[in-house]
């Protein structure tokens, strides 16, 4: 049933590829775990131990004050169409914000929206999957367009003064350096 490698293999790839939604989990070294899902088109696959994902401005900022403290980031996919299956990736972290070069050379990477607040770089050590008998079937209908139509209301400025009114700590006071 399940299997252990690790790098991201061409058929893993392509499963990810088609999947529309994935689940991240960070806990810093002590407080909260945080488990956040993820849609839109933010997830690149960059090499088969290395991957990339657009983090969009959202309510919290829980994962870059984790990963300031803890870089152990996992990822989780399920297969909700088609044949079962779970996929996780487990992995070490780099958070990169607008103002940083690497975020720029990234950012290329997905289609431009002004809710970007930062792309997160994994170094991937172990690709693990497992049956996901248990999944239920999901038909996907659309993404949503609402997170994109708030930031656009908002413009940069507006998404600006929110990651300061909104995004500067974690639910536990963590710092998240999304403001320097």
Known sequence: MGKKTDHIAPHIAEFIKNQHLFFVGTAANEGRVNLSPKGTDSFR????????????????????A???QNNRMTIMFCAFEGKPLILRLYG????FHPRDKAFKTYSAHFPKAVGSRQIIEM???LVQTSCGFGVPFMNYKE???TLDEWAEQ????????YWKDKNTK?????ETEIIK
């Open 170 to 174: 974690s639910i536990d006071g963590f």
């Open 123 to 125: 170094d991937v050590d």
């Open 66 to 68: 984790h990963l300031l």
């Open 154 to 161: 908002k413009g940069q400025d507006g998404i600006k003064q």
């Open 45 to 64: 696959v960059i090499n088969k131990n290395k991957i990339i994902w657009l983090n969009l401005t959202g309510s919290g900022n829980e994962t870059a």
């Open 92 to 95: 070490n972290a780099t958070i």
């Open 143 to 145: 993404e949503r367009s």
